[in-house]
């Protein structure tokens, strides 16, 4: 397909569109059967987390409303991104020409973004319902979908600079993806890594990080003056969603930093030793975060667990399971239309 690469003058020095790759058609193949999997694997348990979703009504509460979002994100990676990546692998280079490169990675960084958004946004949900209950019972179901509507925002801005030119999207040196343009490391790509990595990667990690650390000094001290009755929140079920939190935090870092640290490298460094398994390592690693998550809900969270077993079960009495007597506060309590 050089039919694209006239109007893309910066490719000169790139892999051409279904030119040459570094990597042999095994080790190809051997990605594209990782991506199979991983593909069906996502698709089939965040498919599953909606359902729950759609099936609990008890479970529709604000915190969840953005998890639902998450889900949607994992969605659009396994669905779009996924099958595009995996038929060019088979194929031993990039399979769509320039505009198939410009979608497949804008929609990448956007779903990669909205899902950073939207763990930001978890975080602090769990802080004001833990820590600042008096702002927290005032969030309504308005504030909740400003909050994720501004993560979606934000990943619509950033998935759509490179395009409109700063930075740029180009198969990366194993010819079977597309990515964020790193071997052309001008100004543009650099202000735009140093960017990014403030915005989306630094400010929502501090965001998180202050918000948890606030949280676990809390719980700490409602634990120690024992007054854990006198506060009308489910305890149990609130310590449950902010470990569920916690550890989708963490593999999230897990995920993303090996990207983050080939764009720096790229920025302050020379793009051409980079070796060649850390550059198709680290967005499949990135990729990686859309089959994890719904494990973490089922791992780390009983009222999930419950539903889904429930689920598998075809249970019909499924009210008694899942609810809990317990006056809740706002972020847990369903939404009503």
């Known amino acids: 397909g050089s039919s694209g690469l006239s109007s893309a003058s910066n ?13 042999t058609q095994l080790e190809h193949n051997i990605v594209a059967g990782y991506l199979i999997t991983a593909g069906v694997i996502s698709l089939a348990s965040n498919i599953v987390v909606l359902l729950m979703f759609v ?10 409303a953005i998890i639902i979002n998450l889900a949607f994100t994992d969605i659009g990676v396994a ?51 833990i820590c600042r ?12 979908t400003l909050l994720i509507v501004a993560a979606w925002l934000n990943a619509v801005f ?38 990014v990595i403030a915005v989306n990667f630094v400010m929502p990690l501090s965001v998180m990080f202050y918000c948890y650390y606030n949280v676990s000094v809390t719980m700490k001290r409602y634990k120690a ?67 994890y998550n719904p494990c973490i809900y089922v791992v780390a969270n009983k009222k999930f667990r419950r539903a889904i077993m429930g689920m598998i079960r075809c249970q019909t009495r499924q009210r008694i399971t899942i609810n809990n007597q317990v006056p809740m506060t706002t972020s847990q309590l369903p939404l009503t239309q």
Not at 264 to 276: N, R, T
């Open 55 to 64: 099936k609990f009504k008890e479970l529709r509460t604000a915190t969840n």
């Open 11 to 23: 490719f000169s020095d790139d892999v051409p569109y279904g030119g040459k790759s570094a990597f």
């Open 225 to 291: 003056s024992n007054c854990l009755d006198s506060i009308n929140l489910d305890w149990s079920d609130q310590i449950d969603v902010t470990k569920m939190s916690v550890v989708m935090i963490i593999m999230f870092l897990v995920a993303w930093s090996p990207y983050s640290m080939v764009c720096l490298w790229a920025s302050f460094g020379d793009p051409k030793k980079i070796p060649a398994p850390m550059a198709i390592i680290a967005p499949l690693f990135a990729k990686s975060s859309t089959f």
């Open 133 to 144: 209950p008096d702002i927290g019972q005032k969030m309504t179901v308005r504030s909740y």
């Open 79 to 129: 669905g779009i991104g996924y099958p595009m990546s995996a038929a060019s692998d088979l194929h031993g280079s990039w399979k769509f020409g320039y505009t198939g490169c410009q979608i497949y990675a804008a929609l990448n960084i956007f779903f990669g973004m909205a899902s950073i958004g939207l763990l930001t946004v978890v975080a602090i949900d769990r802080y004001l319902t």
């Open 158 to 195: 950033w998935s759509s600079m490179p395009i409109v030119g700063w930075a740029g999207y180009a198969p990366d040196p194993t010819g079977a993806t597309c990515t964020i343009n790193w071997r052309q490391n001008d100004a543009s790509f650099i202000s735009y890594t140093m960017a």
